[in-house]
């Protein structure tokens, strides 16, 4: 059964860094992309990066390109978001997600979540 | 970016009556080299993370009811729940992958009438 477990999220303030890591499990990690997708707080959800099966190719959504680094281990199954500058606007829910394909650009199985949340 | 549009934006449904969500997006999603309609719809549940309904427009996932069904094709598209139950009651989006960046509908919140 594929698992996604994040980890990494909490409190920041405006301006600082922080790294998500996804601990992959069920599925062969190395065939297939990833992604991560955001939902503020009683919002719907917005597209953040995607990172292809084999770390060579990456796209972001304007609202964090040059802020945010996605990257990949294959050989510990993990998948990392870097936020640098964070902003307020940042502040969301944070689910790492698998792609069906080595870069597909849809969702098939979704971890569950680590909350973000930058105030000072 | 395409433009994802969702309609409406709730809706309060009867028990076994049928639930009809609408998405439009602002280009036509349907690729001229396979002829696939590159839509997808995700149903989340309070307190839990999207699920892969539909993708292609209308190909349910594995384990997905057949009460769920996914249609249309270019820029509007459909999903019906033919027989709402009790456990359908969530928010469901609709999602382009045609292309970077991945762009998801506002959501529409379904719930018993």
């Known amino acids: 059964q594929v698992q996604l477990v994040e980890s990494g999220g909490g409190v920041v303030q405006p301006g600082r860094s922080l790294r998500l890591s996804c601990a992959a499990s069920g599925f062969t990690f190395s065939t297939y992309g990833m992604h991560w997708v955001r939902q503020a707080p009683g919002k719907g959800l917005e597209w953040v990066a995607i990172?292809?099966?084999?770390?060579?190719?990456?796209l972001y959504a304007d609202s964090v390109k040059g802020r945010f680094a996605i990257s990949r281990d294959n050989s510990k199954n993990a998948l990392y978001l870097r936020m640098n500058s964070l902003r307020a606007e940042d502040t969301a829910v944070y689910y790492c997600?698998?792609?069906?394909?080595?870069?597909?650009?849809?969702?098939?199985?979704w971890g569950q979540g680590t909350l973000v949340t930058v105030s000072s | 970016d395409i433009v994802m549009t969702q309609s409406p934006d709730s809706l309060a449904v009867s028990l076994g009556e049928r639930a009809t969500i609408k998405c439009k997006s602002s280009?036509?999603?349907?690729?001229?080299?396979?002829?696939?309609?590159?839509l997808v719809w995700y149903q989340q549940k309070p307190g839990q993370p999207p699920k892969l309904l539909i993708s292609w427009a209308s190909t349910r996932e594995s384990g997905v009811p057949d009460r769920f069904s996914g249609s249309g094709s270019g820029t509007d598209f459909t999903l019906t729940v033919s027989s709402l139950q009790a456990e359908d009651v969530a928010v469901y989006y609709c999602q382009q992958c045609y292309g970077a960046p991945l762009t998801f509908g506002g959501g529409t919140k379904v719930e018993i009438k």
């Open positions: 280009q036509s999603v349907l690729s001229n080299s396979d002829n696939k309609n590159y």
């Open positions: 990172i292809s099966y084999d770390g060579s190719n990456e």
């Open positions: 997600a698998k792609s069906p394909a080595p870069m597909g650009y849809y969702l098939d199985w």
